[in-house]
């Protein structure tokens, strides 16, 4: 897999052999400065990643290996993410059992919300969990939970860091009303 960082090398963290369980992967490189979040938010739960270049219109061949070895392989989410007409969410989501986090990248037209449809707008059956547009960051948290759901320690730390966010809220409260 993939080139992040410009270094047109593969980056997993946490892999044990067989893939990480979280798979990244984005229609351009153009895509990364958006995609970066999710990565960063995985790294933060320590949970192993791997990210990838593919693209629906660009390279459809490898996306359709990509979707259908996934699951194989031992990613357990599929984090995809894209600009204008997003098609990789979807097509990937068509081609593989796992679960897939759709991140609408926005472009220099229309703010995304091209991209945004393009992923949200899903025909029954085939589901791409849709977060809001750019939000990178959501889609690694949303990762996060999805295997925090059959792993009690990954769990802990997503409520501990829920409570992190309480605290936080509270703290700009109190300096509000300082
Ligand atoms: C989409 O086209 C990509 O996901 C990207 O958001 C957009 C533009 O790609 P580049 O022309 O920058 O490679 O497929």
Redesign the pocket.
């Known amino acids: 897999m993939v080139a992040t960082g410009g270094q047109g090398v593969t980056e997993e963290r946490g892999g044990t052999g067989s893939a990480p369980p979280v798979g990244v992967i984005?229609?351009?490189?153009?895509?990364w400065p958006t995609m970066r979040a999710a990565a960063e938010a995985l790294a933060e739960f320590d949970v192993g990643y791997e990210v990838g270049v593919i693209?629906?219109?660009?390279t459809p061949v490898k996306m359709i290996d990509y979707a259908k070895s996934a699951a194989d392989r031992g990613i357990r989410v599929i984090i995809a993410?894209?600009?204008?007409?997003?098609?990789?969410p979807g097509m990937v989501a068509a081609a593989t059992p796992l679960p897939v986090i759709g991140v609408p990248?926005a472009?220099k037209h229309l703010d995304g919300l091209d991209?945004l449809l393009s992923i949200v707008q899903m025909p029954a059956g085939i589901p791409v969990a849709t977060v809001s547009i750019g939000n990178g960051r959501n889609a690694g948290l949303l990762a996060v939970r999805i295997l925090a759901a059959s792993d009690e320690k990954l769990r802990n730390r997503m409520s501990a860091f829920q409570t992190q966010l309480e605290e936080l809220v509270a703290q700009k409260e109190a300096a509000l009303r300082a």
């Open positions: 984005m229609g351009s490189d153009s895509d693209s629906a219109h660009r993410g894209a600009g204008g007409a997003a098609a990789l990248v472009l991209s």
